[in-house]
Nanobody, 122 residues
Framework: QVQLVESGGGLVQAGGSLRLSCAAS????????MHWFRQAPGKDRDFVAG????????RYADSVKGRFTISRDNAKNTVYLQMNSLKPEDTAVYYC???????????????WGQGTQVTVSS
């Protein structure tokens, strides 16, 4: 069992930056690929970024490539999402998620956090 708690969301102006953190409980954190998904009001929950359990492989949605960076610290059981050059369309609830491999769809994700709100004003 893995419990995930996100933090770092908030209100930021367009062009600004935020760093989200996701703290995981459980001794098996380092064996899971970690992800960030996001869900805007009235829309589906979409893949944003994923990182393998070693940190050696990362994947990004096209909409965030070059602006967002996912990273992890297995010693701290934490995964991060550095978000730069934020746009109003990045406004959403951001969810941390864990699964055995990098997964692009929500259906097979094993563990979810509760989410943190990110609002980007124009």
């Amino acid at each position: 069992q893995v419990q995930l708690v996100e933090s770092g969301g908030g209100l930021v102006q367009a062009g600004g930056s935020l760093r989200l953190s996701c703290a995981a409980s459980g001794r098996t954190f380092s064996s899971y690929a970690m992800h960030w998904f996001r869900q805007a009001p009235g829309k589906d929950r979409d893949f944003v970024a994923g990182i393998s359990w070693t940190g050696g492989t990362t994947r990004y949605a096209d909409s965030v490539k070059g602006r967002f960076t996912i990273s992890r610290d297995n010693a701290k059981n934490t995964v991060y999402l550095q978000m730069n050059s934020l746009k109003p369309e990045d406004t959403a609830v951001y969810y941390c998620a864990a699964d055995e491999i990098i997964t692009y769809t929500t259906g097979s994700i094993r563990f979810w956090g509760q989410g943190t709100q990110v609002t980007v004003s124009s």
